[in-house]
T-cell receptor, first 110, second 114 residues
Framework: TQLLEQSPQFLSIQEGENLTVYCNSS?????LQWYRQEPGEGPVLLVT?????EVKKLKRLTFQFGDARKDSSLHITAAQPGDTGLYLC??????????FGDGTTLTVKP | DSGVTQTPKHLITATGQRVTLRCSPR?????VYWYQQSLDQGLQFLIQ???????AKGNILERFSAQQFPDLHSELNLSSLELGDSALYFC?????????????FGPGTRLTVL
Protein backbone atom coordinates (compact mmCIF):
# COMPACT_ATOMS: atom_id res chain seq x y z
CA THR A 1 0.00 0.00 0.00
CA GLN A 2 1.41 3.38 -1.00
CA LEU A 3 0.71 5.86 1.75
CA LEU A 4 0.69 9.60 1.36
CA GLU A 5 1.25 11.61 4.53
CA GLN A 6 0.16 15.21 4.61
CA SER A 7 1.36 17.75 7.15
CA PRO A 8 0.34 19.63 9.07
CA GLN A 9 -3.06 18.08 9.64
CA PHE A 10 -4.53 21.43 10.74
CA LEU A 11 -3.32 24.97 10.10
CA SER A 12 -4.90 28.19 11.30
CA ILE A 13 -3.38 31.49 10.21
CA GLN A 14 -4.21 35.18 9.82
CA GLU A 15 -5.04 36.74 6.50
CA GLY A 16 -1.90 37.90 4.71
CA GLU A 17 0.42 35.23 6.11
CA ASN A 18 2.34 32.73 4.00
CA LEU A 19 2.14 28.98 4.50
CA THR A 20 3.44 25.70 3.16
CA VAL A 21 1.82 22.28 3.39
CA TYR A 22 3.53 19.02 2.58
CA CYS A 23 2.70 15.71 0.99
CA ASN A 24 5.22 12.90 1.52
CA SER A 25 5.52 9.27 0.52
CA SER A 26 8.13 6.55 0.29
CA UNK A 27 6.74 5.58 -3.11
CA UNK A 28 7.37 7.04 -6.53
CA UNK A 29 4.36 8.37 -8.39
CA UNK A 30 3.84 8.98 -12.08
CA UNK A 31 2.13 12.24 -11.28
CA LEU A 32 0.64 14.02 -8.32
CA GLN A 33 -2.55 16.04 -8.03
CA TRP A 34 -3.61 18.68 -5.52
CA TYR A 35 -7.29 19.26 -4.74
CA ARG A 36 -9.17 21.74 -2.56
CA GLN A 37 -12.42 20.80 -0.88
CA GLU A 38 -14.86 23.17 0.77
CA PRO A 39 -17.25 21.88 3.45
CA GLY A 40 -20.08 19.81 2.01
CA GLU A 41 -18.74 19.96 -1.54
CA GLY A 42 -16.68 17.68 -3.72
CA PRO A 43 -12.90 18.15 -4.08
CA VAL A 44 -11.84 20.37 -6.97
CA LEU A 45 -8.68 19.69 -8.93
CA LEU A 46 -6.13 22.51 -8.59
CA VAL A 47 -3.07 21.21 -10.41
CA THR A 48 -1.18 18.19 -11.71
CA UNK A 49 2.60 17.88 -11.52
CA UNK A 50 4.36 15.25 -13.55
CA UNK A 51 8.10 15.87 -13.82
CA UNK A 52 10.51 15.61 -10.89
CA UNK A 53 11.43 19.11 -9.70
CA GLU A 54 8.50 20.67 -11.54
CA VAL A 55 7.10 23.92 -10.18
CA LYS A 56 3.67 25.22 -11.12
CA LYS A 57 2.05 28.47 -10.11
CA LEU A 58 -1.63 29.21 -9.85
CA LYS A 59 -2.02 32.85 -8.81
CA ARG A 60 -0.83 32.89 -5.17
CA LEU A 61 -0.40 29.12 -5.00
CA THR A 62 2.94 27.47 -5.87
CA PHE A 63 3.15 23.70 -6.25
CA GLN A 64 6.39 21.74 -6.37
CA PHE A 65 7.01 18.08 -7.16
CA GLY A 66 10.06 16.55 -5.50
CA ASP A 67 13.03 15.57 -7.63
CA ALA A 68 12.42 11.89 -6.89
CA ARG A 69 8.66 12.22 -7.48
CA LYS A 70 7.91 10.98 -3.95
CA ASP A 71 6.81 14.24 -2.34
CA SER A 72 5.23 17.58 -3.06
CA SER A 73 4.59 20.91 -1.42
CA LEU A 74 1.99 23.63 -1.74
CA HIS A 75 2.95 27.18 -0.81
CA ILE A 76 0.36 29.92 -0.48
CA THR A 77 1.46 33.54 -0.45
CA ALA A 78 -0.58 36.19 1.35
CA ALA A 79 -3.37 33.80 2.31
CA GLN A 80 -6.96 35.02 2.09
CA PRO A 81 -10.12 33.77 3.82
CA GLY A 82 -11.21 32.32 0.48
CA ASP A 83 -8.27 29.91 0.67
CA THR A 84 -9.91 28.17 3.62
CA GLY A 85 -10.59 24.51 2.95
CA LEU A 86 -9.25 20.98 2.98
CA TYR A 87 -6.21 20.51 0.75
CA LEU A 88 -5.73 16.98 -0.54
CA CYS A 89 -2.85 15.51 -2.46
CA UNK A 90 -3.16 12.36 -4.55
CA UNK A 91 -0.36 10.31 -6.02
CA UNK A 92 -1.19 8.69 -9.32
CA UNK A 93 0.15 5.49 -10.78
CA UNK A 94 -0.53 3.87 -14.10
CA UNK A 95 -3.87 2.39 -15.05
CA UNK A 96 -5.85 5.17 -13.43
CA UNK A 97 -5.03 4.36 -9.84
CA UNK A 98 -4.46 7.02 -7.19
CA UNK A 99 -3.75 7.23 -3.48
CA PHE A 100 -5.12 10.17 -1.51
CA GLY A 101 -3.58 11.70 1.59
CA ASP A 102 -5.75 12.57 4.60
CA GLY A 103 -5.48 16.27 3.85
CA THR A 104 -4.54 19.53 5.53
CA THR A 105 -7.39 21.61 6.90
CA LEU A 106 -6.53 25.28 6.40
CA THR A 107 -8.36 28.10 8.15
CA VAL A 108 -7.51 31.67 7.20
CA LYS A 109 -8.91 34.21 9.64
CA PRO A 110 -9.79 37.72 8.44
CA ASP B 1 -19.28 22.32 -12.61
CA SER B 2 -17.11 19.20 -12.88
CA GLY B 3 -19.44 17.44 -15.32
CA VAL B 4 -20.00 14.60 -12.85
CA THR B 5 -23.55 14.27 -11.57
CA GLN B 6 -24.75 12.46 -8.49
CA THR B 7 -28.26 11.75 -7.28
CA PRO B 8 -29.83 12.14 -4.87
CA LYS B 9 -28.16 15.07 -3.15
CA HIS B 10 -29.59 14.17 0.23
CA LEU B 11 -30.91 10.87 1.55
CA ILE B 12 -32.41 10.20 4.95
CA THR B 13 -33.27 6.65 5.89
CA ALA B 14 -33.49 4.26 8.83
CA THR B 15 -31.17 1.59 10.13
CA GLY B 16 -31.51 -1.73 8.36
CA GLN B 17 -32.68 -0.17 5.10
CA ARG B 18 -31.09 -0.31 1.65
CA VAL B 19 -30.31 2.65 -0.61
CA THR B 20 -28.87 3.20 -4.07
CA LEU B 21 -26.67 6.13 -5.01
CA ARG B 22 -26.24 7.03 -8.65
CA CYS B 23 -23.37 8.66 -10.53
CA SER B 24 -22.94 9.79 -14.13
CA PRO B 25 -19.33 10.42 -15.14
CA ARG B 26 -17.98 13.21 -17.31
CA UNK B 27 -18.44 12.67 -21.01
CA UNK B 28 -15.56 10.55 -22.29
CA UNK B 29 -14.40 9.30 -18.89
CA UNK B 30 -14.30 5.52 -18.58
CA UNK B 31 -13.39 5.20 -14.92
CA VAL B 32 -15.62 5.81 -11.93
CA TYR B 33 -14.50 5.92 -8.30
CA TRP B 34 -16.58 5.87 -5.12
CA TYR B 35 -15.43 7.49 -1.87
CA GLN B 36 -16.88 7.81 1.61
CA GLN B 37 -16.18 10.85 3.74
CA SER B 38 -17.31 10.94 7.36
CA LEU B 39 -17.47 14.16 9.33
CA ASP B 40 -14.14 15.97 9.45
CA GLN B 41 -12.30 13.06 7.88
CA GLY B 42 -10.45 12.47 4.65
CA LEU B 43 -11.64 10.55 1.65
CA GLN B 44 -11.92 6.79 2.10
CA PHE B 45 -11.61 5.00 -1.22
CA LEU B 46 -14.29 2.36 -1.71
CA ILE B 47 -14.10 0.99 -5.23
CA GLN B 48 -13.10 1.79 -8.83
CA UNK B 49 -14.64 0.66 -12.11
CA UNK B 50 -13.17 0.99 -15.56
CA UNK B 51 -15.37 0.53 -18.61
CA UNK B 52 -17.76 -1.73 -16.76
CA UNK B 53 -15.20 -3.85 -14.94
CA UNK B 54 -14.10 -3.64 -11.33
CA UNK B 55 -10.50 -2.40 -11.27
CA ALA B 56 -9.61 -1.70 -7.65
CA LYS B 57 -11.17 -2.23 -4.26
CA GLY B 58 -10.55 -0.24 -1.14
CA ASN B 59 -12.12 -0.41 2.29
CA ILE B 60 -15.56 -1.33 1.05
CA LEU B 61 -17.80 -3.23 3.45
CA GLU B 62 -19.45 -6.47 2.35
CA ARG B 63 -22.83 -4.73 2.87
CA PHE B 64 -21.87 -2.33 0.08
CA SER B 65 -21.71 -3.16 -3.61
CA ALA B 66 -21.35 -1.24 -6.82
CA GLN B 67 -21.55 -1.67 -10.55
CA GLN B 68 -20.88 0.27 -13.71
CA PHE B 69 -23.34 -0.07 -16.55
CA PRO B 70 -22.74 -0.15 -20.33
CA ASP B 71 -23.60 3.56 -20.57
CA LEU B 72 -20.82 4.08 -17.95
CA HIS B 73 -23.04 5.39 -15.19
CA SER B 74 -22.47 3.74 -11.84
CA GLU B 75 -24.52 2.83 -8.81
CA LEU B 76 -23.42 2.24 -5.23
CA ASN B 77 -25.74 0.04 -3.21
CA LEU B 78 -25.66 0.23 0.57
CA SER B 79 -27.64 -2.35 2.52
CA SER B 80 -28.39 -3.20 6.15
CA LEU B 81 -27.58 0.39 6.95
CA GLU B 82 -26.08 1.31 10.30
CA LEU B 83 -25.79 4.65 12.05
CA GLY B 84 -22.08 4.71 11.24
CA ASP B 85 -22.80 4.67 7.52
CA SER B 86 -23.95 8.28 7.74
CA ALA B 87 -21.49 10.20 5.60
CA LEU B 88 -20.92 12.06 2.37
CA TYR B 89 -20.49 9.72 -0.57
CA PHE B 90 -18.59 11.08 -3.55
CA CYS B 91 -18.27 9.75 -7.03
CA UNK B 92 -15.38 10.81 -9.23
CA UNK B 93 -14.50 10.05 -12.81
CA UNK B 94 -11.34 10.06 -14.88
CA UNK B 95 -10.09 8.92 -18.23
CA UNK B 96 -8.87 5.89 -16.30
CA UNK B 97 -5.68 5.12 -18.16
CA UNK B 98 -2.20 6.54 -18.39
CA UNK B 99 -0.07 8.05 -15.68
CA UNK B 100 -1.95 11.29 -15.07
CA UNK B 101 -5.03 10.30 -13.14
CA UNK B 102 -6.94 13.56 -12.77
CA UNK B 103 -10.21 12.82 -11.02
CA UNK B 104 -13.27 15.02 -11.27
CA PHE B 105 -15.66 14.82 -8.36
CA GLY B 106 -19.39 15.09 -8.22
CA PRO B 107 -21.22 17.18 -5.63
CA GLY B 108 -21.78 14.18 -3.38
CA THR B 109 -24.73 12.47 -1.73
CA ARG B 110 -25.23 13.17 1.96
CA LEU B 111 -26.59 10.03 3.59
CA THR B 112 -28.16 10.26 7.03
CA VAL B 113 -29.10 7.02 8.77
CA LEU B 114 -31.46 7.49 11.71
Amino acid sequence: TQLLEQSPQFLSIQEGENLTVYCNSSSVFSSLQWYRQEPGEGPVLLVTVVTGGEVKKLKRLTFQFGDARKDSSLHITAAQPGDTGLYLCAGARNAGKSTFGDGTTLTVKP
Amino acid sequence: DSGVTQTPKHLITATGQRVTLRCSPRSGDLSVYWYQQSLDQGLQFLIQYYNGEERAKGNILERFSAQQFPDLHSELNLSSLELGDSALYFCASSVGSGSVNEQFFGPGTRLTVL
